[in-house]
């Protein structure tokens, strides 16, 4: 079994910063990516930020600039730092894994059960 746990989401003025946790553990055989999603109330889940591996990131362009994450070679711990918030950053924040689980021959996606982040003065 395997499991993403994440830590860090609560409430931030605009303009703050929070830090995202995530770490990943159980029977991973390879973990080929690591990311996170965002879904606000009433819209669809997207994409924040992802990283390859080989320590590749790829932003929405919505968070460009500020938000940064982290390579996650040490512990399978992914961070995502989010500078400048603004209010339509507020979210539930969800981790994402793309890994192979001892015993099974194809990558699947593994999801953490969210975080909420909440932008507001």
């Known amino acids: 079994q395997v499991q993403l746990v994440e830590s860090g989401g609560g409430l931030v003025q605009p303009g703050g910063s929070l830090r995202l946790s995530c770490a990943a553990s159980?029977?991973?055989?390879?973990?080929?990516?690591m990311g996170w999603y965002r879904q606000a109330p009433g819209k669809q889940r997207e994409l924040v930020a992802r990283?390859?591996?080989?320590?590749?990131?790829n932003y929405a362009d919505s968070v460009k600039g500020r938000f940064t994450i982290s390579p996650y070679n040490v512990g399978n711990i992914v961070y995502l730092q989010m500078n400048s918030l603004k209010p339509e950053d507020t979210a539930v924040y969800y981790c994402?894994?793309?890994?192979?689980?001892?015993?099974?021959?194809?990558?699947?996606?593994?999801w953490g059960q969210g975080t909420q982040v909440t932008v507001s003065s």
């Open positions: 159980g029977s991973i055989s390879s973990l080929y990516q």
């Open positions: 990283i390859t591996s080989g320590g590749s990131p």
């Open positions: 994402n894994a793309l890994l192979t689980r001892w015993g099974d021959r194809e990558a699947s996606d593994c």
